[in-house]
């Protein structure tokens, strides 16, 4: 989003760098300074994804200066010290009422960590066309529709504002920046995509069940470009759940899109301008899915509130949003641009406290109370650890993880509707997961990042019944290092987690936590899963129950390892919880907590998820296509049990496993590399491209 102010500046552009959409400055005056001092002399045009680049530097080993792409950069920072037990007591007692506190939030969705992915990089991380599916992508999905029944996924950002989507690209691609067509050489050029794109999605959604956002294009409110919302809602049917009309358009007067005194007044009009275009437009059947304003924090929610714009548009609002970051690293990433810097290492320990999500989610309280008493749910549309792409040391980590996990549950807690988490390109710190750079996907495969250990956590920690309910207990006498949360479901305590910000490798700052539940008798035993590493500072090879997705390049989507799950007996008054420091503890209470345990779903033994065995080439040789049963014997299913693979329902079936397997052995596709792709008649099939 800073491009545009790059842009203005610029005459002559020597290197093009995409700043992509990630690139949040979150503080106004930051904003508005550097818009008006930017020097021309160093502007430079920012536009292309570094990933786009094909000239690629691998990364260096530790003591060199590191060159490469933020996504692989080694950098670590040294974790806080301990803060000792006079600051942090180790042993407390936390009691946890069995029937649900009047505070504790409405009923959330599973779903409700989900992603955001840039519009531009979409390409890299979905794929090629909706036959070259990215397929670690697919068992990403997969691992956490097992957990959730579906996964939310916005697909937009500022590209969306002027993107077109056109019959056909000529060189057959599905999604093009229009350099060609870009007339004024300093405008970021904008997306081309053709329907391919939503084809895609269609067919991702067909495989794991992805329920979808997308943004109508914004720039230009006197000639609404409407078709994504036509052939959105044709193709996509009911997997469209949203369509932004917006992105942050707070941010529109400092990026030159709007006059500078552009207000929350002339984006009302412009909002009813679009209900009245789509209104108008026969071939739009659904006109109940827009989704705003969208605000970053130039404006405050309350300004757009004031508006009248919820009680106007309330019949075409599917959710209202607001977009944040907490902090940016804009200093770091482009030097000599005046932005005043954010030292990682001091800002390393912010992340780790529990007041890191307490102070993020303070000015939405008004906001998510006001969207729920107009029948509407406020969704944090896009966020994630700090604009400018991150820190590495910082958003890479292991402490993210945890305050990926606090942040979640503490937007839970106080009546968020859900938490879509940013995906950018290689040249950011933060992404869940990321793609290896096109050149380098013969022999690299996915990283996997924090957030997306996150995700698993929160995904277990909330379940698939739609019916959780949240609260922030407060534990420790609000201790800001330790965190927990209740989760509730039918009107019974069915979960705990328990976080410990504190990185102490000698285990003395570990926690023991007496949990007990006044007036019931306790269960005999509970489980415990535990997210865990060495240290906040940790990259890569993180733990949840005992599964991991590896370092860098290690994945294929799939978790590695057998999962672990620990059952902690109990007394007739509590149960004894340790909680590594660092690391986090999902609790599953016994079903005999419930009166009706049938309601009750099995907290542990979950069905193993189909996956989905391959990686993805985008550079094919000799590819053959091969019978779909030989292939699915090979993944460790009876090719009939494949064929006969539900792919359009919502269960991966019944069987139950002793966890989250990874049924493929590892060895048995070192020379061979799948291409997932799809027959005209929907039916699956695998081309097999040998190396
Ligand atoms: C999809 O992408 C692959 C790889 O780039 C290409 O070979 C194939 O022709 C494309 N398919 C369609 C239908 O465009
Ligand atoms: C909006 O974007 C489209 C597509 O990039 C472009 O053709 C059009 O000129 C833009 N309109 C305005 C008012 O900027
Ligand atoms: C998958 O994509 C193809 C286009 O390549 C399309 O014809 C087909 O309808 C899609 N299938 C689904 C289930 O969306």
Known sequence: ?????????????????????????????????????????????????????????????????????????????????????????????????????????????????????????????????????????????????????????????????????????????????????????????????????????????????IRWFLGIPFNDSSNWRLEIAEQGQAILGDYLIGLQGGNEPDLYAAHQHRPANYSYYDYFGEFASLVAAMDANQNIIRQDLLIGPSIQNIWTPEQVWDTGFVDAFSPNLAYLSVERYPTDNCAAKYPGFNFTLNDPQATFP?????????????????????????GKQLVMFETNTASCGGFPGISDVFGAALWGVDYALQMAAVNFGGALFHVGGQNVSYNPFTPPPTNQSTYHQWTVGPIYYSALVVAEALGPTNASQVLDLRANNENQFTPAYGIWENGYLARVVLINFVSDGTGASDLNVDLSIPNVAMPTQVQVKYLEAHSVSQKGDIAWANQTFGAFFDSDGRPKGTEAIQTITCSDYSCPIRIPAPGAALVFLSSSMSSSSDSQPDPVSVTAPMTFSTTVVTKLHNTATVDPGVVATSNGHSGQQFSQEPLLSSSWGSAKSAGYKNIVPEAAFTSVVFWVSFLWSARFAMEIITL
């Open 1 to 209: 989003m800073l491009g545009a102010i790059y842009q203005r500046g610029t005459r002559r552009s020597a290197r093009r760098h995409q700043l992509g959409l990630d690139l949040h400055c979150s503080f106004i005056c930051l904003t508005l300074f550097i818009f008006q001092t930017f020097p021309c002399s160093k502007a430079i045009t920012v536009y292309y994804q570094n990933g786009e680049n094909p000239f690629l530097p691998s990364p260096t080993s530790k003591g060199i200066a590191y060159t490469g792409l933020a996504a692989y950069d080694p950098t670590t920072l040294i974790p806080p010290s301990p803060p000792g037990p006079s600051a942090v007591p180790t042993s407390f007692a936390l009691q946890v009422a069995n029937s649900v506190p009047v505070a504790a939030s409405m009923p959330q969705s599973g779903s409700f960590f989900g992603f955001s992915i840039e519009m531009s990089v979409v390409n890299q991380v979905l794929g090629k066309n909706a036959s070259v599916i990215q397929v670690p992508f697919l068992n990403l999905m997969a691992n956490l529709k097992q957990r959730i029944g579906e996964v939310r996924i916005r697909v937009g950002g500022n590209t969306q504002d002027t993107a077109t989507l056109v019959s056909t690209i000529a060189d057959g691609q599905m999604l093009e920046k229009d350099t060609e067509n870009s007339s004024n050489p300093t405008q970021t050029p904008p997306l081309i995509y053709t329907s391919e794109l939503l084809y895609m999605l269609s067919n991702i959604s067909s495989l794991v069940g």
């Open 350 to 374: 912010t992340f780790l406290t529990h007041q890191s999500s307490t102070n993020l989610v303070s000015s939405y309280l008004n906001s998510t109370a006001y969207a729920l008493s107009k």
